[in-house]
């Protein structure tokens, strides 16, 4: 059965930074593009960053400079270090495949930024 696991979120004030975690079934993991979406109250869930097997990445606007995505494909693990935090990254963060996710999202990992 494919899973996803994420973890690592937090309360965090306003600058400050957290590491997200991705544990995922190594039948979706290893020839997939990984991506790394989140989805704040009221809002439809979007796409943050993605990284492709081969480890080329790419961002939303919104967090290009402040976010890193990054892979390790001998433990099928997906990271996303988050620096500089805004209020505005306050949402449930997931990690699935780009561009066509696998309906059995994780639980995903909640970041609040607050002061």
């Known amino acids: 059965q494919v899973q996803l696991v994420e973890s690592g979120g937090g309360l965090v004030q306003p600058g400050g930074s957290l590491r997200l975690s991705c544990a995922a079934s190594?039948?979706?993991?290893?020839?997939?593009?990984m991506g790394w979406y989140r989805q704040a109250p009221g809002k439809q869930r979007e796409l943050v960053a993605a990284?492709?097997?081969?480890?080329?990445?790419d961002y939303r606007d919104s967090v290009e400079g402040r976010f890193t995505i990054s892979r390790d494909n001998a433990k099928n693990t997906v990271y996303l270090q988050m620096n500089s935090l805004k209020p505005e990254d306050t949402a449930v963060y997931y990690c699935?495949?780009?561009?066509?996710?696998?309906?059995?999202w994780g639980q995903g990992t909640q970041v609040t930024v607050s002061s």
């Open positions: 990284i492709t097997s081969g480890g080329s990445t």
């Open positions: 699935n495949i780009v561009p066509k996710p696998i309906r059995s």
């Open positions: 190594g039948s979706i993991f290893s020839i997939n593009t």
